[in-house]
């Protein structure tokens, strides 16, 4: 039997044990609305105070700046529609990057369709935003700034810090898309000065469909989801009580795991990312060292379609991404290997692979292996029937 080799983390994450323990009380005994005054409902009331406040504590906010979602998506299109309307009177622009995920650029679609102005910024050949591009494109009727934490394709860090700095100067609000970051790599939204921040649980080896919107206090932010007075009034819905309670745990492991993980990951990628650079015809898309993620390798193949190649791979055991999960499907390339100025046809040859908490040596050694070997055959095909 062949192996089986994880290497789409990006895209989403297994849970771990002990997150999938955390929640089994509230798939069984606890089921009581929070709202409600009685014991079991107590219970789930507290379990998610719990939560909220572990998700608090990891990025070094208060408690009661954080708001549950039903993911990174929901997170997203709350900071942008919910601060745009509730800002409107004090301008009409809003400034984002060509890179941001989808749930930011369609959400920003959407606001140009009500009148809102989009500046979407380029980004170098490595994904990175220059700070000095994000000052000139401020005008008297900017309100928002959302330039995303670490990219979901390249695994390009920006530079959030000074971002951020410039935007409190001014006064306008900051938002950052921080699902890939979560988890991963050190938040802290005080000394970051972030104003809102998005985060999703399945990509921290928790739940799908639940993650959290950071709102500093007193940002103004519209409610999306209109309805009870579930968190303090502005987002409604009886709470997904499980999920919760499993991001909670789900955060606190990745919090404690993090600075270990984070060597280990950095490692394992750069012996990868060495490994296929070996193979002639191939381009590393995104920053190196520590501008990038972690657990990030893309790559391009000159003579390759990238999708014969994840075929290939699939054959192998292997589960890896070209392009986004996203848009994967869509015969498009890339927005954000067209934004750092491949070729079509080279962002055409891409492959993500992104590693994570299971992934081990031999598990790189092995997909290194298999690609150059995957490589070499479409390429050999391609001679024959030309
Ligand atoms: C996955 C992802 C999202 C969407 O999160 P969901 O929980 O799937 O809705 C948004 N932004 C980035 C950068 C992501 O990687």
Redesign the pocket.
């Known amino acids: 039997m062949s192996r089986e080799v994880y290497m789409d983390h990006?895209a989403t994450t297994y849970m771990k044990e002990e997150v999938i323990e955390e929640m089994k009380p509230y798939l069984t005994d606890y089921f009581g609305n929070p709202s409600s005054i009685y014991k079991i409902s107590r219970k789930t009331k507290m379990a998610i105070d719990e939560s909220r406040m572990r998700i608090a504590q990891t990025i070094n906010a208060n408690a009661d700046e954080v708001y549950f979602t039903a993911?990174?998506?929901?997170a997203?299109n709350w900071a942008l529609k919910g601060t745009a309307l509730a800002n409107k009177d004090r301008g009409n622009h809003i400034i984002t990057t060509a890179i941001e995920?989808h749930?930011i650029l369609h959400s920003c679609k959407y606001l140009e369709k009500l009148g809102f102005e989009v500046t979407y910024l380029p980004v170098n050949e490595f994904g990175i935003v220059n700070v000095e591009d994000v000052k000139k494109a401020i005008t008297n009727k900017t309100i928002l700034v959302s330039i995303?934490f670490a990219n979901?394709e390249i695994g390009s860090i920006q530079s959030i810090e000074q971002i951020g700095s410039i935007c409190r100067n001014k006064k306008i609000i900051f938002h950052t898309?921080a699902?890939?970051a979560v988890g991963s790599v050190p938040i802290d939204v005080k000394s970051m000065n972030i104003d809102l921040l998005?985060m999703?649980s399945?990509?921290f080896y928790g739940p799908k469909g639940i993650?959290a919107l950071y709102m500093r206090k007193g940002i103004k932010v519209d409610n999306l989801i209109h309805g009870g007075a579930q968190e303090r009034a502005k987002r409604a819905g009886t709470e997904n009580v499980m999920a919760i309670a499993g991001m909670g745990k789900a955060i606190e492991l990745a919090e404690q795991n993090m600075n270990e993980e984070r060597k280990r990951l950095t490692y394992l990628r750069d012996k990868m990312i060495k490994g296929l650079l070996n193979i002639p015809g191939t381009k590393l898309n995104g920053a190196e060292g520590e501008n990038r993620l972690p657990g990030n390798v893309n790559i391009s193949f000159e003579s390759v379609d990238g999708d014969t190649l994840l075929m290939l791979l699939d054959s192998e055991g292997i589960c890896a991404s070209s392009g986004s999960a996203c848009s994967a499907g869509a015969l498009e390339p890339s927005h954000v290997l067209m934004a750092i100025g491949l070729k079509e046809d080279l962002a055409k040859g891409s492959l993500r692979l992104t590693l994570g908490y299971k992934t081990t040596e031999e598990d790189v050694d092995y997909t290194v292996k298999i690609i150059e070997e995957a490589v070499n055959k479409i390429r050999d095909n391609k001679k024959k029937w030309k």
């Open positions: 990006a993911g990174g998506s929901e997203d995920h749930a995303m979901n898309d699902v890939q998005s999703a399945h990509k993650g």
